[in-house]
């Protein structure tokens, strides 16, 4: 069995961090029976890993020092190394749970790991277990596929919100660059009136109004397809990293780019029936009025 302790206020001078505590020596030969040696040589008794964000964030290295303020009072504890932990956003220390029992006391685990050495019992252990917690409906025992879809489906909401937001920002970019062609187009009524009246038929007028709109809205397109991607650099790899400490790797959404491209001549033929419509029903008299 192997505990899951967390302590989200762990005060280290005027911050608050996280702290995860478990069974390191167990973690490190789980590794190694994978061929995996994450873990540096250390004493479990007196030495912690930190998140490489609160490294990011305090200026932090291996081989400094942390001045925990314990049950026992304050209690230095040296970085021995650094390892991709996300739990917060200020950061998370790492320790074994025998050195949290000695700061902290244990009165409570976040959850207990069982690992069966015996997989073709696994059913019938399942069902044992079951009935051994049944005693505590506060007790809940889930399977490694049931609590890699609870972390999963959580992400997943996460970035539902956000994969929504990305194509509202989308929707109001096209929104408003249909509103700056109609504006564009409505002080250019007369101009195209004036177009008219000397003798222009409605396919030339119909050809220059869409040639025109079309230039704009593919322009402002590709600008807006560019400047992402030079933004996008600035946006993960300097202020995500400035203010939390990790980045995240870089996924193109080249549908959404392609149907942004292929909207164009959409875009376009929409903004060129509102002026004209409005041409066809201006009289000569009105037309050439101001001019």
Partial sequence: ADVFILNTKAEVGNRIFTIHAYDMELARIRETKKAINSYPLMDYSKDIL?????????GLKVGDSLKINSSNGLKELKIVGTREHFFSENGTIMMDYRLFETLFGIDSYRAVRVNMKDKSNSVKTFAKLQEAISFDPNLKLI???????????????????????????????FVSLFSSILYNLGDKLRFFGVIRSIGAGELQLQKIIFAENFFLTFFGTIMGVLSSFLLNPIIIHVINKSAFGWTLSVEIPYLLVVSCVLLVPVVTILAILYPFFMLKNLSLREILSYE
Avoid: C, D, P, W
């Fill in 50 to 58: 930190i998140s490489a964000n609160m490294a990011y964030l305090n």
């Fill in 143 to 173: 399977n490694s596929q049931e609590l890699k879809n609870i972390y999963i489906g959580g992400v997943r909401k996460v970035f539902k919100v956000l994969e929504s937001l990305k194509y509202t920002a989308a929707i109001i970019a």
